[in-house]
């Protein structure tokens, strides 16, 4: 299983609601990663978790909140979001860090969930 | 900080070679990678290569690395209408912990 699964695919939300996105792999990596990406841009680092552990917060908006319940599972808590968080928010995962071990520090992509906040 | 710059579009016909240009900024990199969007979907990764190497070939793909002027190019030789996408390079930060990605460039191929 080389996948990384993104649920939901798409998500409509108001500004006073509270949703999460959510992401899933079972390939045993020990980094998992949330990126925002909007149209036409490349996607933007928000979050890093290594051995389930918050490792880099890039500045992103506490109405943002992550959480690593265990090694394969990634959730991203949002709530007072605004129209401009519109955008496709990808998770990613890699074995390690690049260069640790050998390891090329390829980063998996999931499908991405697409956002839209009325 | 860390800016990776690509041209933004290229237009080839079917069966032409593609040379998709990145200028990146960490000469501390230990790899250096190329990524693939297509519309709708995550990124996949194409190829990468090791710092200390100049050339890699992989199959159709072709990655020349000049480390003195940190500029990574990809080569697609016979290139297919499948081959139309957005095509991100990409670099270590933060001390090699996560990736940054450059602007991407959007191939477009015509038959």
């Known amino acids: 299983d080389t996948e990384v699964t993104q649920t939901p695919k798409h998500l409509v939300m108001g500004m006073t609601n509270k949703k999460s996105l959510k992401c899933e792999q079972h390939?045993?990596?020990?980094?998992m990663y949330w990126y925002k990406q909007k149209a036409k841009k490349p996607p933007e680092l928000m979050f890093v978790?290594?051995?389930?552990?918050?490792?880099i917060n890039e500045s992103v908006p506490s109405r943002f909140s992550p959480e690593c319940p265990n090694s394969s599972l990634l959730n991203l808590h949002l709530h007072a979001l605004q129209p401009e968080d519109s955008a496709l928010y990808l998770c990613?995962?890699?074995?390690?860090?690049?260069?640790?071990?050998?390891?090329?520090?390829?980063?998996?992509f999931g499908e991405g969930s697409r956002l839209t906040v009325l | 900080g860390e800016d990776v710059e690509q041209s933004l579009f290229l237009s080839v016909r079917e069966g032409d070679s593609s040379v998709i240009n990145c200028t990146y900024t960490?000469?501390?990199?230990?790899?250096l990678y190329w990524y693939k969007q297509e519309p709708g979907a995550g990124l996949q990764l194409l190829t990468y290569?090791?710092?200390?190497?100049d050339m890699k070939q992989d199959q159709r793909l072709t990655v020349l690395l000049n480390k003195k002027d940190k500029h990574l190019s990809l080569r697609i030789a016979d290139t297919q209408t499948g081959d139309s996408a957005i095509y991100f390079c990409?670099?270590?930060?933060?001390?090699?912990?996560?990736?940054?990605f450059g602007k991407g460039t959007t191939l477009s191929v015509s038959s």
């Open positions: 960490d000469s501390s990199s230990t790899y």
């Open positions: 990613a995962s890699s074995q390690d860090w690049p260069g640790q071990g050998g390891n090329t520090g390829e980063l998996f």
């Open positions: 290569i090791f710092s200390n190497m």
């Open positions: 978790y290594s051995y389930e552990k918050l490792s």
């Open positions: 990409a670099e270590t930060f933060q001390a090699g912990t996560a990736l940054i």
């Open positions: 390939m045993g990596h020990r980094a």
